[in-house]
């Protein structure tokens, strides 16, 4: 099974700014996704991130707020821009294969202040 | 659309109790039927899958069976540990060429010695 790193692991950002959050997967994958875990919630979709093409976002989450980028088959970004407290939540990246479980990483705990 | 009713928790065991968290579902297809874990302060960790009707996943004692004519796949345990206090996931996956997860909303298991 993939092994997923993701950081920062936590950050404390001031609203207005922006936020990057890398994840690495140790081998080569078909899907990536990222979610966001607001507060005591479930996981939410924010997008497919699709190798060399743009995201495809789910409703409610835009590319101006949320662009990501994957470059490869084993990267992908997340930014979250033009922060605010509400964006306070935990990011989460999956990663798997067409026919195989997703692999989640550890997440990044994002603070708005 | 896809969705995931899972039991409202928090819950709260006795150690070596029995453990059931309910899970229904509604999807078109053939979904897939995962439970995922997540221990305080971490990412998401599959527990156990089933792909088609009337599988059996398990894992680390845990068991939950694809019910296709109930719609459902509740966890069980036989006997719980403290190690088992975490926010447990009922997720999906539709088998209609959309590989992301709908998740449930979790169900927080407190274990006490």
């Known amino acids: 099974s993939a092994v997923i790193s993701q950081k920062p692991s936590r950050d404390i950002c001031q609203r207005g700014t922006s936020l990057t959050i890398q994840c690495q997967v140790d081998?080569?994958?078909?899907?990536m996704f990222w979610y966001r875990q607001q507060p005591g919630q479930s996981l939410t979709l924010i997008a497919t991130a699709n190798q060399g093409s743009e995201a495809t976002y789910e409703s409610g989450f835009v590319i101006d707020k949320f662009p990501i980028s994957r470059p490869n088959l084993t990267f992908s970004t997340l930014t979250v821009s033009n922060l605010s407290p509400e964006d306070s939540s935990i990011y989460l990246c999956?990663?798997?294969?067409?026919?195989?479980?997703?692999?989640f990483g550890n997440g990044t705990r994002l603070t708005v202040t | 659309g896809n969705s995931v009713t899972q039991m409202e928790g928090p819950v709260t065991l006795s150690e070596e109790a029995f453990l059931t968290i309910n899970c229904t579902y509604t999807a078109t297809g053939y979904p897939s039927l995962f439970w995922y874990v997540q221990y305080p302060g971490e990412g998401l960790q599959l527990l156990l899958k089933?792909?088609?009707?009337?599988d059996k996943g398990s894992n680390k004692g845990f068991e939950a069976t694809y019910r296709k004519e109930t719609t459902s796949f509740h966890l069980e345990k036989g006997s719980v540990q403290v190690s088992d206090s975490a926010v447990y996931f009922c997720?999906?996956?539709?088998?209609?060429?959309?590989?992301?997860?709908?998740f449930g909303k979790g169900t927080k298991l407190s274990v006490i010695p």
């Open positions: 089933a792909t088609k009707a009337d």
């Open positions: 999956s990663a798997g294969h067409t026919n195989s479980p997703l692999h």
């Open positions: 997720a999906l996956r539709s088998g209609a060429g959309s590989y992301q997860l709908t």
């Open positions: 081998s080569q994958v078909t899907m």
